[in-house]
Structures are given as C-alpha cells and as structure tokens.
C-alpha cells in the first residue's frame, strides 16, 4: 500500500534548467547595457565555467565574474545582472504541466507529499513558495537537513521518518537516475523516473516506472494501491 509519494524538485516540479538559461540570459543583456565590455559569449562562457567548478547553486557568480575581469566589483554592473536575474527568474519559475492537478489529485487520495532536494534550503524553499507550493507539501528535505547529497541514502531515511511511512509504503518521483533512483532504492522505496525531466538523454533509469508526464504518476498509485474507478 502506497501511503507517501516523494517529489525531487528541479527538473521534476519546475524546469529547473529552462529558468536558469533565461536568468541568465536576462543578466548578461543588463549587465551589458550597464558597462560590461566583453560579447554575449564571453560572458556566457566564462559564467558556464564558474558553475562547472562551483556548482549550478553557486549564488555569487556574477561578484565572481565581475572579479575575475576587473579585481574588483562593479556595483552598477553587478546590481544591474543581479536585478534582472530575478526578475526573470519569477517569470520563468513555472512548475511542468500537470503539476499542481496531480498534486491536488494525490491529496484527495490521501497521500503524504514530501520532496527531497539536494538545493540549499533557502533556495529550495523560495522556489517552492513562488510555486506556491509551501502549503502543500508535509515535509521537505534539503542538503542542510542531512550534510549529505543523493545518492546517498539518508535524505532517503530523513523523508520517511518525517512522513512516519516505511519505504515500501512510498513513491520516490525524480528526473536524475544516478540520484533519485540509486538513493531512493537504497533504502527501500519504489522509485519513478521522470523522463520529462531528463537532461542526461538517460537510456536505462532502472527504475520501477517511467513517466513521460508527471500526471501518470496517479495511475501509478492507483494500480499499486488496486484501485479501481
């Protein structure tokens, strides 16, 4: 009986990487038109570059770019990417479709949501409070939560403590397969692989089931719990 149903958030809720690429984009056109002297695609490569070694959370990239030009910060041009940044940001921070019915179908079922994500938890709270997402939602499980990232089972036994069901009892949804479904397995859970999601062009997920749209997830539930309608 499956009684939880356990959300990644990027690139499973919200096209996580749809919102950063037009973020970005928004940035360096301002920061151009506030100073900057270098084309869009030296901008664009020299940021790629920071978040390779830094990670795609990295929250000072644009300080970092700034510096590594002149030695120091800018303000005015900083200020400027950091402006528009945001405000793209809170245009392109939509969840997939499908999203919010599924999860209004899941709690009509009685479900326990929960997400575990390897975001920081400010991040991960501000993208799931601009979805509106924060009241639905029982529990959520960030990198802060743990110290420690996906695979790695903890987040896994953090999630399921929280929501008081054992692992067999919950639904592990994510579009990473070395992570979501590795960790989620680990310790028990049934596991979904969002394919919608993928940015990997992953052949085999080895997860128990693939979904080409989030809202398949309630068939899912349905036939595992044998429900009929």
Do not use: C
Not at 27 to 48: C, K
Not at 73 to 90: H, P
Not at 179 to 197: C, E, L, N, P, Q
């Amino acid at each position: 009986m499956i009684r939880a149903v356990v959300f990644d958030l990027d690139n499973t809720l919200v096209d996580f990487m749809a919102m950063k690429r037009l973020s970005i984009e928004a940035a360096i056109n301002a920061m151009i038109d506030a100073g900057l002297n270098l084309s869009r695609f030296e901008i664009q490569e020299r940021i790629d570059a920071i978040y390779q070694e830094k990670g795609m959370e990295f929250q000072n990239v644009f300080d970092q770019l700034l510096y590594d030009e002149f030695q120091k910060v800018d303000y005015k041009i900083l200020s400027s990417g950091v402006v528009a940044y945001r405000r793209a940001r809170e245009a392109a921070l939509v969840p997939y479709k499908h999203v919010y019915s599924t999860l209004i179908e899941l709690l009509k079922m009685g479900m326990k949501l929960g997400v575990v994500s390897d975001a920081p938890a400010k991040e991960a709270w501000l993208r799931l409070t601009y979805l509106n997402f924060h009241h639905i939602f029982d529990h959520i499980v960030t990198f802060e939560d743990t110290g420690v990232r996906k695979p790695n089972p903890e987040p896994f036994r953090k999630i399921l403590e929280l929501l008081q069901v054992e692992p067999h009892e919950a639904l592990m949804i994510g579009d990473w397969a070395e992570r979501d479904v590795v960790g989620a397995s680990k310790v028990g859970m049934k596991t979904i692989f969002a394919r919608y999601g993928d940015v990997f062009n992953t052949f085999e997920s080895n997860a128990d089931y693939e979904v080409s749209d989030i809202s398949e997830v309630i068939e899912i539930v349905r036939n595992e719990n044998k429900i009929r309608i």
